[in-house]
């Protein structure tokens, strides 16, 4: 735990949440900010600061939580779809520096954009890239 951490005390119980589910590893809660409502926030209990902190063992039940709650929110909003997120870093937009996933219901015409800024690489950009990522990939 770190004790400057929102996260951690809402984890340890010193920061009041909407809980919607929590077991060993994880918590979900819902959003006290969002996009819309029912976003919800996965975070791991235990503090990592990001994605690329997270231990492997955390990795495989990850995915299953964010498909449960995907499709818990979907259908307790009744949301034309769901955006899955997660901000790395501070140039990612990461504020809060623990772990967390953003599950949020979307709502045809409901204002929220994203992918603003886009490239338009050359096809030999997107072999050289694609070639680099390729290199220091790890199996």
Excluded at 12 to 35: C, H, L, R
Excluded at 79 to 108: C, K, S, V, W
Aim: aromatic share 8%.
């Amino acid at each position: 735990m770190d004790q400057d951490c929102l996260f951690c005390k809402i984890v340890a119980g010193e920061i009041p949440s909407y809980k919607i589910f929590e077991d060993d590893d994880f918590m979900a809660i819902t959003d006290i900010q969002p996009v819309n409502l029912g976003h919800a926030l996965l975070i791991p209990k235990a503090h990592y600061k990001n994605l690329f902190d997270l231990p492997d063992r955390l990795l495989g039940g990850l995915g299953v939580h964010l498909q449960k709650l995907a499709l818990a929110i979907k259908t307790a909003t009744a949301a034309d779809g769901i955006n899955l997120g997660m901000n790395n870093e501070t140039a990612a937009g990461q504020l809060i520096f623990h772990a967390h996933f953003h599950i949020i219901p979307r709502f045809t015409g409901d204002g929220f954009e994203h992918w603003h800024g886009q490239t338009k690489p050359t096809p030999e950009d997107l072999t050289a890239i694609t070639e680099k990522i390729k290199s220091n990939f790890t199996k």
